[in-house]
């Protein structure tokens, strides 16, 4: 009887919490988006007793289960959400599949401490589930060409196009000088991977890996020097991207223009298993101002060198598509260069691991093991290294180099074999030594690991000495005019060095930099103690010149006469620093109150020219541009708060 009474109760309290929550529906609007960035937005009604971590799942494919969402936002996100109603906005990304969303309520008595999400928050429960919406679709579906980017090869009168769609069928790319006459036209390569490439979890497993599509490569040949080119990517069949447009290499300018930095990341309009880099939409958003500022009739190429940890994804396909989906307003435009860092490649058991690195190379790339970076990219120089993998496709993009006007540009691979004996050793020697200093009077290498920093991150210090030990007799043999490093998520420039002594030039001494402060938010900290004011916990000794905490990227501007690099803050979008490097060996230190140095004629191709000429219409129109793309919250602080975000740990990650 007791059993009865039992059964009865339960199927009374059963059909009771189901009729409670049956009462909730949702709606989007519109239900077919045009292409990645559109808004949806999100309505729901009849929430009972709301709960401040009620919660909104994004979900793509719409099959997937409860558990395996690509984001969320809490309910309070919304003004009026106590009131059992409200409505959240989205700008959502392509990822070639359909969304739908489905709410939740959610307690604190329900929260799992065992369920957590990178930053140690807990992930919200799935155990009620309150409703789901419609599917939303995109217009062009999924196989309409996504995230454009382009790259140099190795050929001076070439550029490469980058893009993915949903299905490997014929897609093109065409081009020419007119923008309603692109008559030039080249077959695309397409290439994709799959889950069993992966190394490992997250990246192989049910809630990371999504289908990536495919990877399309086309090469634009045979073209004119200094000239401005417009091109398409697509197929009449499937469909045609929008036109856009790049200025050729010219191998006479003397010119060079190059936006630097490395660690940047992205931005998702939805909270999800990793931190979101929100920084990086200011970074992208200055650089676009400065290729803005170029104008239509100069005809003067530029390039981006984004020197490892490239999108965090860490294991979760999706956002490498939000990365290339936020880049894409530059990367169409110039070529967008890349170098590996440890959050691509990084797993246990790649294959070069020496005893000293027994703690350098960790589980960084989320099981990643350099299989997206070596597929959605294609540098120059085909150099690769096996996996380590039985299957899937060599690592690829490691250590490459290419002039650009007065500067020869060199990429290295901190993450693979650098050591003398070693394919890459073998590389950097002999392209350094081969460098055509009458032609490039400047050589640039930039590699992710910092080989000088004032971090006190322990865990490198290994990997720094061996870089001392094997690459900087190289870099001062050949005259390295400046070495880029990112990695440490800060700003740093030195004194022209060598084996950690200042000299009075940079020949023979490389003027060093750590640019790795392009996004991502666990910096270390070089702030003064509170009741030492005078004394920062890490004391800045004499051979760095400029240390700041400001996010931002570099400028490069170079002729054959001189070399300057500007440090840029993205909260004001100014110069913070700057370094001039003349041919004749000289090393000019700079700071903010250097802004009006003299650089000469309009002939020099100072920046500052073009920043400065820029007109505040252009500057609307991009920030408008912005504003509308990835408009979003930054989350806020605090477990149990009327908001119920959560507070994200900060540390000194790299």
Request: glycine share 8%; proline share 5%.
């Amino acid at each position: 009887m007791i059993a009865v009474y039992s059964f009865f109760f339960f199927f009374f309290f059963f059909f009771l919490i189901s009729s409670v929550y049956s009462t909730v529906t949702i709606s989007i609007s519109p239900q077919t988006l045009n292409r990645s960035g559109d808004t949806v937005v999100i309505k729901w009604f009849g929430v009972e007793s709301p709960s401040d971590l009620d919660w909104l799942g994004i979900y793509s494919p719409p099959e997937s289960p409860h558990e395996n969402f690509i984001g969320y936002k809490f309910l309070s996100d919304s003004p009026n959400w106590k009131s059992g109603s409200g409505s959240i906005s989205l700008p959502l990304t392509n990822l070639r599949s359909n969304y739908t969303f489905r709410i939740f309520h959610w307690t604190q008595s329900e929260i799992n401490p065992k369920h957590k999400d990178h930053d140690q928050n807990p992930l919200p429960g799935t155990r009620h589930f309150l409703a789901e919406s419609n599917r939303l679709t995109f217009r062009s579906g999924i196989n309409r060409p996504e995230q454009i980017h382009l790259s140099y090869t190795d050929t001076i009168n070439e550029m490469r196009v980058m893009f993915v769609t949903g299905d490997g069928e014929e897609r093109l790319a065409r081009y020419g000088e007119v923008k309603e006459k692109l008559e030039n036209i080249v077959v695309a390569r397409g290439v994709r991977y799959e889950r069993e490439h992966m190394c490992h979890a997250p990246a192989n497993s049910t809630i990371g890996w999504r289908d990536p599509g495919w990877t399309f490569d086309a090469v634009m040949k045979n073209l004119k020097q200094g000239i401005k080119y417009f091109y398409q990517v697509g197929s009449d069949l499937k469909g045609w991207s929008e036109i856009h447009s790049f200025v050729s290499r010219n191998e006479d300018s003397e010119e060079t223009l190059a936006f630097m930095f490395g660690d940047m990341g992205c931005s998702t309009p939805y909270t999800t298993f990793i931190r979101n880099e929100d920084e990086s939409l200011s970074t992208v958003k200055w650089i676009l101002r400065d290729i803005e500022a170029l104008g239509d009739d100069d005809n003067k190429a530029a390039i981006v060198s984004h020197i490892g940890d490239i999108s965090y994804a860490r294991g979760y396909s999706w956002i490498w598509d939000e990365f290339f989906t936020q880049i894409q307003p530059i990367a169409t435009r110039v070529a967008y260069h890349v170098c590996i860092g440890n959050h691509e490649y990084d797993w246990p058991n790649q294959p070069w691991k020496p005893d000293w690195a027994a703690y350098v190379y960790g589980k960084d790339s989320g099981g990643e093991c350099g299989v997206p970076y070596s597929v959605k990219f294609n540098m120059p120089g085909n150099s690769s290294e096996a996996t380590g993998m039985v299957q899937g496709p060599q690592s690829r993009n490691l250590y490459y180099s290419y002039d650009m006007g007065s500067v020869h540009f060199v990429y290295i691979s901190t993450e693979t074999d650098f050591l003398k004996g070693g394919k890459q050793y073998s590389f950097i020697k002999s392209d350094l030594e081969s460098v055509n200093r009458s032609k490039t009077p400047f050589v640039v290498v930039q590699g992710h690991r910092p080989m000088y920093t004032t971090s006190t991150k322990n865990r490198d210090n290994a990997i720094r000495q061996k870089m001392i030990e094997h690459l900087e007799p190289l870099f001062v043999t050949n005259n390295v005019t400046v070495a880029l490093w990112g990695h440490v998520h800060r700003y740093e420039r030195f004194c022209p060095i060598s084996n950690n002594v200042c000299g009075e030039r940079w020949h023979g001494n490389p003027v060093h930099l750590v640019i790795g402060m392009a996004g991502k938010d666990t910096q270390p900290i070089w702030e003064p103690r509170p009741n030492h004011p005078d004394v920062p916990i890490f004391p800045q000794p004499a051979r760095s010149m400029y240390r700041g905490g400001e996010f931002g990227y570099t400028r490069l501007v170079a002729n054959k006469e001189r070399l300057t690099i500007s440090y840029v803050g993205n909260h004001d979008g100014e110069v913070h620093d700057m370094v001039e490097i003349l041919a004749s060996g000289e090393v000019i230190s700079g700071s903010d109150d250097s802004k009006e140095t003299n650089f000469g004629s309009k002939s020099e191709f100072v920046v500052l020219w073009y920043i400065e000429g820029a007109s505040v219409m252009v500057l609307g129109v991009i920030l408008g541009y912005f504003i509308g793309f990835f408009s979003r919250r930054k989350k806020e602080a605090g477990v149990g708060s009327s908001n119920g975000s959560w507070i994200q740990l900060k540390n000194e990650e790299t």
